[in-house]
């Protein structure tokens, strides 16, 4: 299985990012090819290593790299990648980790 992790740091309005989070990006998001789940943070995130500025993480899930690949490939990959630039539009504003999983 392969997952890509998001994580976003604390929007300077977090009234705005909250709307278009659920009511734009998190829509879009599920029509993505393959998704096979969705996943995110349920309340405050707890840090152990001193990062305070975590504001949300969201984990999608995929058969495989190749498929996650061309859901990004796809005209609604194109769409989130365009709309996570209005939700952190700067680089900095957000982390997005790609890899493969398995269980030990």
Known sequence: MAKMTVIYK????IAAFEKHYFEVHVPLAKKLPGLIKYEINDGVIASTTGHTDTYRIANLYFDSMDAMRDAFR??????????RKILAPENEDVQIY????KNV
């Open 74 to 83: 796809s005209e609604i990959g194109q769409q989130c990648a365009a709309d």
């Open 10 to 13: 604390t929007p300077k309005d």
């Open 98 to 101: 790609l890899y493969d999983t």
